[in-house]
Nanobody
Framework: QVHLVESGGGSVQTGGSLRLSCQPL???????LGWFRQAPGKGREVVAN????????NYADSVKGRFTLSQDDAKKTMYLEMNDLKPDDTAMYYC?????????????????????????WGQGTQVTVSS
């Protein structure tokens, strides 16, 4: 069983920055780890994800150039640096992890884009950006 410990989030003004953290407890060796978000009245959407264990990353077009995903090798903690935040970024952000998966092309982990492929979800952390 994988448990995800989320931290970060908060309220900022437009143009501000925040950092989200997600530490997976008892993670697999090869798996997808990512952030999704859901705004009130909208569906869940992918934000960014990584193929943990030495793979590539994916970003939603809406956050490319503003958000950066990284992972600490020691604690496996995933960080999402969010810069130049906009009101449209306001949402509940969820960390998610898949079960073990071996990808043929780990540098292009398109498998990690689909939320259906994630088995474990965090409680969520709120990000609010005011104009």
């Amino acid at each position: 069983q994988v448990h995800l410990v989320e931290s970060g989030g908060g309220s900022v003004q437009t143009g501000g920055s925040l950092r989200l953290s997600c530490q997976p407890l008892n993670p697999p060796t090869k798996y997808c780890l990512g952030w999704f978000r859901q705004a009130p009245g909208k569906g869940r959407e992918v934000v960014a994800n990584i193929y943990a264990g030495g793979g590539g990353t994916n970003y939603a077009d809406s956050v490319k150039g503003r958000f950066t995903l990284s992972q600490d090798d020691a604690k496996k903690t995933m960080y999402l640096e969010m810069n130049d935040l906009k009101p449209d970024d306001t949402a509940m952000y969820y960390c998610a992890a898949s079960a073990t998966v071996f990808l043929l092309d780990p540098e292009s982990p398109t498998y990690c884009l689909a939320d259906d492929n994630y088995m474990y979800w965090g409680q969520g952390t709120q990000v609010t950006v005011s104009s």
